[in-house]
């Protein structure tokens, strides 16, 4: 079966870096996704992966291993507004998303 | 960017009521929408796959009959909660494909009476 795991809760506080980890077994693989999702709204794009290897996008980088099936989220110099759930996707071999269950982060002052 | 309309944001209503979503591409052509659905606290859970010009695919568990799904053009398509009851309500947000790219509508919050 197509599986993401991802932890369920992190704490981190203002001002810190905080790395949110994702493993998966999918069929197939095209990308992985990362989305944010503030309480109540719908999830915005983060970034996409495809090789191997980290792509840094301001405060936010997401890294990739194909061969380990893992990928992780760094979110650096952490704002309270980063409180939300980070999202963890994958596109399978038929061009459809496998959702992670999310982690929600937590940012204390 | 690209941006997708999602429309209407909340509704409230009584309860055997049909409601209609749309999901808009604004600025770009999408032959496949997704539509999703969110209880509090929960992921979001893919209900059915939306191909213009066909009929849409449902997710197991997900009634056809009564989620009636319309791809009609290339930049919309609608979702009808059909005689809506309150166990119907949640957070149905659409999802619209460009490239290997899902952009998401806004979201409409449904609560039914």
């Known amino acids: 079966g197509q599986n993401i795991d991802q932890p369920t809760e992190m704490t981190a506080t203002e001002g810190a870096i905080v790395q949110i980890n994702c493993t998966y077994q999918?069929?197939?693989?095209?990308?992985l996704f990362w989305y944010q999702q503030h309480a109540g709204e719908a999830p915005t794009f983060l970034s996409y992966?495809?090789l191997d290897g980290l792509e840094e996008k301001g405060r936010f980088s997401s890294f990739l291993s194909r061969s380990k099936g893992y990928s992780y989220l760094l979110l650096k110099e952490l704002q309270m507004k980063d409180s939300a759930s980070y999202l963890c996707?994958?596109?399978?071999?038929?061009?459809?998303?496998?959702w992670g269950a999310g982690t929600k982060l937590i940012i204390k002052p | 960017g690209a941006v997708v309309s999602q429309h209407p944001s909340w509704v409230i209503c009584k309860s055997g009521t049909s409601v209609k979503i749309e999901c808009r591409s604004l600025?770009?052509?999408?032959?496949?929408m997704f539509w999703y659905r969110q209880f509090p606290k929960q992921s979001l859970m893919l209900m059915a796959t939306?191909?213009?010009?066909?009929?849409?695919?449902?997710e197991q568990g997900v009634e056809k009959d009564k989620f009636l799904i319309n791809h009609a053009s290339l930049t919309l398509s609608t979702l009808t909660v059909t005689s809506a009851h309150p166990e119907d309500s949640s957070f149905y947000i659409c999802?619209?494909?460009?490239?290997?790219?899902?952009?998401f509508g806004d979201g409409t919050r449904l609560s039914i009476l």
């Open positions: 999802s619209a494909r460009e490239d290997r790219a899902q952009h």
């Open positions: 600025d770009f052509q999408a032959t496949t």
């Open positions: 939306s191909n213009e010009g066909s009929k849409a695919t449902y």
């Open positions: 999918t069929s197939g693989f095209n990308g």
């Open positions: 992966n495809v």
């Open positions: 996707a994958v596109m399978d071999s038929n061009y459809q998303l496998i």
